[in-house]
């Protein structure tokens, strides 16, 4: 049994209006085609047929104010209500709070932990280890439950060895953003493959796409929908050579934010879950899913693994 984890920064179920919900204009045949025809907006959710399962999952778990990434990401990666903990949402990269609750017990220390295989698939480039040498830069809270978990985190090598995956899927950002030349880039279709292939290797497979919860805090509907044709297309590619027999595919959020451009800020909107696998692999894993604290119990179940993290 595998999980590959495609967390996808920022997405909640919104309208179905394309004025304002890149879900609900943007092409993305192979999701809808998923969805047997349907858009990823609130009215679609809940939804089963015989690859996928579509969960709406509470974001905002009781706490005051909108939901934030450190707050939400820690929780899809302890099973933990961090925010409870707290008192509070906080975002974007982790407190010192936050912070040393991810050190004391994640996901990648729990696979680890059990004898078990895992690995976080985005490569950074050399100026994001630049900054954190130089203090300039902190870490989020993916790449830091990672880190404490003893995971190296991959870099341009591992890029062009094609050990890792960009954070835009195909690398063509690090050519126009970052100028750097010698990158292999991958269509979207083959970026989607790859993930399949890296996945294969491991128990738990992680790739984040922060992408989309830049587009949305920038409310541009025209990038935020090419970002989601992208996306679109990998997915495509992935679900081409994923073995549903063998492991699961989720895709989930921290957040609403990219379905409603009429705000800058994130929205209390449930973020979606889909599962992607083989029936009796996708009811073993929703049993009693219905917020973001039951992810990381949902993939350890799911792996095997009895212990949970729990924070005295």
């Known amino acids: 049994m595998k999980v590959l984890f ?5 997405i909640g179920l919104g309208e179905d209006d394309p004025a304002r919900n890149p879900f609900a204009k ?3 045949p192979h999701l809808q085609a998923l969805l047997d025809g349907r858009r990823l907006v609130a009215a679609a959710a809940p939804y089963s047929n015989a690859r996928l399962d579509l969960l709406s999952l509470d974001a905002c778990l009781g706490a005051p104010g909108m939901p934030q990434s450190a707050t939400g990401q820690a929780v899809l990666l302890t099973g933990q209500d961090i925010p409870a903990l707290l008192g509070y949402h906080y975002g974007p ?3 010192p709070e936050i912070a040393a609750l ?7 220390q729990a696979v680890l932990q059990s004898g078990r295989r895992a690995a976080f698939l985005n490569a950074y480039p050399p100026r994001y280890f630049d900054g954190l040498a130089s203090g300039r830069r902190l870490y989020s809270a993916i790449p830091l439950a990672a880190d404490s978990a003893g995971l190296r985190l991959l870099t341009i090598d591992d890029l062009r060895a094609g050990r890792a995956i960009s954070a835009d899927l195909t690398g063509q950002g690090w050519l126009d953003h970052l100028g750097l030349t010698d990158i292999p880039i991958l269509s979207a279709q083959q970026a989607g493959r790859r993930l399949a292939q890296l ?9 984040e796409y922060w992408l989309s919860d830049y587009a949305g ?16 297309q990998a997915l495509g590619g992935l679900l ?4 549903d027999s063998e492991g699961l595919i989720v895709i989930t959020s921290d957040h609403g934010n990219l379905e409603d451009l009429h705000t800058r800020r994130h929205t209390a909107n449930p973020v979606p879950a889909l599962l992607i696998g083989a029936p009796p692999l996708r009811q073993a894993f929703s049993e009693g899913l219905s917020d973001l604290t039951g992810v990381t119990p949902a993939i350890l179940r799911s792996l095997g693994i009895a212990s949970s993290i729990h924070f005295d």
Not at 217 to 232: K, N, P, R, Y
């Open 6 to 10: 495609l967390f996808m920064d920022g």
């Open 26 to 28: 943007a092409a993305m």
């Open 93 to 95: 990269k982790p407190n």
């Open 102 to 108: 991810l050190k004391r017990g994640n996901l990648f």
């Open 199 to 207: 996945a294969q290797e491991v128990d738990l497979a992680f790739f």
């Open 217 to 232: 805090h920038a409310q541009d509907m025209e990038s935020a929908c090419s970002i989601l044709q992208t996306f679109d």
């Open 240 to 243: 081409s050579a994923w073995d």
